[in-house]
C-alpha cells in the first residue's frame, strides 16, 4: 500500500501530537505540538486486503505480531482515538437487518466460552484478585484494593437482592464460586450456580468443599436454557456479567428463562456491560477474545424486560468502577508476564495487553457502560424503599 493511505487512516487516530516511522526509515508527524505523545513504527507494510476488511483488526494483529510497535501508554493512546469522532474506531455499524444475526446454540455457546475462560485457572489467578472475581468491581475508597473492591461488589450486589434465610437462589455464570458461596455464608440460602467453563466449575467445587458447604452449595456445568425443563423455581436470580456472552438474538431467551426460573414477585439483578445502541460489536473483541459476543443496549434490555412484565426497581451505573478495574488487572498482568510467558507466547502477551488496555479506555471514553438492572417479577412491595440499605 501507498503510504498516503497509511496517512489517511493515522491522521484520524489522535488529535494530540504524534510520530509515526515506515518501513522504509522516513518518518512522519501528525498535529501541532512540538513534544508528541506517542510514536508508531511500521516495520512493513499491511496487507491491504485486511486494511480495507476491517482497519481495526488489521492495526491489531500487526501490533500482535510484532509488525506495528508503539511506544507510549497504550491505554491513553486508544482512549484518544475512542475520543476523536473521526477515529476507524469509532465507526460503529449499526445493527439494520437483524434476520441476518445467528443465536448462539448451546453447543456454540459451551465453545465460545470454553475459548476464554478455559484458558486455565492458573493464568487467571496471575492477575485476578484472591476472589477470582472477571467482573467490574466496586470501589467505595479511593484507596480500596483489588480484592477489596471486589469483595465490596459482591457484598454490594447480594444486599440488593434482598436475600432471606432459606431462600433459593440461582447464579447464572457463576464464575469461580465466590459471589456464590459469599450468598450462602453471609444470608444463609440454597444456591445453584451454573457454568459452561470446565475450569471454573472445577474450581467452584473445590471452593464449595472448603468452605464446608456442600449441600447448601451446588455448582453444575449447564446451560441457562436448560433448567426450566428441570422444573426449578428459584426466589432470586442473579447474573454477573454473563448476558454478554447469550447472543442478540438469545436476549429474548435469556429473559423467558429468567421468567419461567424466578417465583412470582422473585427478585433478579442482572450485571453487563451496555451500549447506547444496537451495533455489529468490535471487530477484535469478537474474532480474538471474545467470540459469540454481543453488548445489549439498554433500551432493547428494558424492551425485553417488560415483555414478561418484569418491573425495575433499581438501576446503577458503574462504568467508572469498571475502568478502575480493568486499571488493576492490566497492571497485574504486566507485573506477571515472566509467568505468563512460560504459558503463552509473545503474540498472546500483546494480544491480551492489547485487549485490557482498549477495555480501560472504552469505559473511560463512554463508549460502553457497566449496568446493574435489579427486577422484580410482577409487583414486589416488600423490598427497601430507599438506597440507605446499600451503605449501612
Known amino acids: 500500500m501507498e503510504k498516503s493511505i497509511y496517512k ?61 510497535t508503539i511506544d507510549g501508554n497504550l491505554e ?20 439494520t437487518n437483524l434476520s441476518r444475526i445467528k443465536g448462539n446454540s448451546t453447543k456454540q455457546s459451551k465453545e465460545d466460552v470454553s475459548y476464554h475462560y478455559d484458558l486455565g485457572n492458573d493464568f487467571y489467578s496471575l492477575w485476578l484478585d484472591e476472589t477470582m472475581s472477571y467482573s467490574c468491581a466496586y470501589f467505595r475508597t479511593p484507596e480500596d484494593t483489588l480484592y477489596e473492591a471486589q469483595m465490596n461488589k459482591i457484598r454490594h450486589t447480594l444486599a ?40 471454573q466449575y472445577k474450581k467452584t467445587k473445590q471452593r464449595i468443599g472448603e468452605e464446608g458447604l456442600t449441600g447448601q452449595v451446588d455448582v453444575q456445568l449447564a446451560d441457562y436454557r436448560e433448567l426450566s425443563k428441570k422444573n ?19 436476549i429474548p431467551v435469556f429473559m423467558e ?30 474474532k480474538y477474545i471474545f467470540p459469540g459476543g454481543y453488548i445489549p443496549s439498554i433500551r432493547e434490555l428494558v424492551n425485553h424486560m417488560s415483555r414478561h412484565n418484569f418491573r425495575i426497581n433499581d438501576l446503577e451505573n458503574l462504568r467508572l468502577h469498571y475502568h478502575r478495574t480493568l486499571q488493576c488487572w492490566a497492571g ?21 495487553r492489547l485487549y485490557l488496555n482498549a477495555c480501560a479506555a472504552n469505559f473511560t471514553a463512554g463508549i460502553t457502560n457497566l449496568h446493574q438492572f435489579v427486577i422484580t417479577k410482577g409487583v414486589n412491595n416488600s423490598l427497601p424503599m430507599t438506597r440507605d440499605y446499600l451503605y449501612q
Open 160 to 199: 440488593k437482592l434482598s436475600l432471606q434465610p432459606g431462600q433459593k437462589l440461582l447464579d447464572i455464570g457463576c464464575g469461580w464460586g465466590y459471589l456464590s458461596i459469599e450468598a450462602a455464608k453471609l444470608y444463609n440460602v440454597q444456591v445453584l450456580g451454573i457454568t459452561l467453563s470446565e475450569e
Open 76 to 95: 491513553t493512546i486508544i482512549e484518544s482515538a475512542f475520543n476523536n469522532k473521526d477515529s476507524f474506531l469509532n465507526q460503529s455499524k449499526l445493527l
Open 257 to 286: 428463562e429468567v421468567d419461567k426460573l424466578l417465583v412470582e414477585g422473585g427478585v433478579a439483578l442482572l450485571h453487563c456491560i451496555t451500549g447506547l445502541v444496537e451495533t455489529e460489536g468490535n471487530d477484535f473483541l469478537m
Open 8 to 68: 489517511k487512516i493515522i491522521k484520524g487516530i489522535s488529535p494530540e501530537p504524534f510520530t509515526v516511522t515506515f518501513w522504509d526509515g522516513s518518518a512522519e508527524h501528525f498535529n501541532e505540538g512540538t513534544a508528541p505523545v506517542f510514536h508508531m513504527t511500521f516495520h512493513k507494510p499491511l496487507n491491504k486486503s485486511a486494511v480495507l476488511s476491517s482497519t481495526m483488526n488489521a492495526l491489531a494483529e500487526a501490533y500482535m505480531d510484532g509488525t506495528l
Open 232 to 250: 426449578l423455581r428459584f426466589d432470586r436470580i442473579v447474573s454477573v456479567g454473563m448476558l454478554e456472552h447469550v447472543g442478540q438474538v438469545n
Open 332 to 352: 497485574n498482568f504486566e507485573a506477571n508476564l515472566e509467568s505468563i510467558r512460560a504459558m503463552f507466547d509473545d503474540r498472546f502477551i500483546r494480544m491480551w
